[in-house]
Nanobody, 126 residues
């Protein structure tokens, strides 16, 4: 059983919005950092956003920090990514992640995340 399942991907025109959801199952992730990475065609995997316990524990990649918003509902074991003002550069497979990240210095490191979803495609056309 895949513990993280993403949904909400799709195709949208530039300037549009999408909301991704990631439902966790099989265990609670309330004590884990949950977040999102993405990998565009021909690009390396890129940190998008992550969220820990508190509202202050919210982190964004530089390319999305003014446009994307991450949130989580621990009661529902779910994390969300609201994406606004999308551009073709945001086209990628988006992966939900969860892991026991202890140091903020490593928040953007893929190796810190134990669980990965299968990914959901986001395509932004110009």
């Amino acid at each position: 059983q895949v513990p993280l399942v993403e949904s909400g991907g799709g195709s949208v025109q530039a300037g549009g919005s999408l909301r991704l959801s990631c439902a966790a199952s099989g265990r609670t992730f309330s004590n884990y950092v949950m977040g999102w990475f993405r990998q565009g065609p021909g690009k390396e995997r890129e940190f998008v956003a992550a969220k820990g316990w508190t509202a202050a524990d919210t982190y964004y990649g530089h390319s999305v920090e003014d446009r994307f918003t991450i949130s989580r509902d621990n009661a529902k074991n779910t994390v969300y990514l609201q994406m606004n003002s999308l551009t073709p550069e945001d086209t990628a497979v988006y992966y939900c992640v969860a892991g026991p990240v202890e140091l903020v210095e490593y928040i953007a490191s893929p190796s810190q995340y134990t669980y990965w979803g299968q990914g959901t495609q986001v395509t932004v056309s110009s």
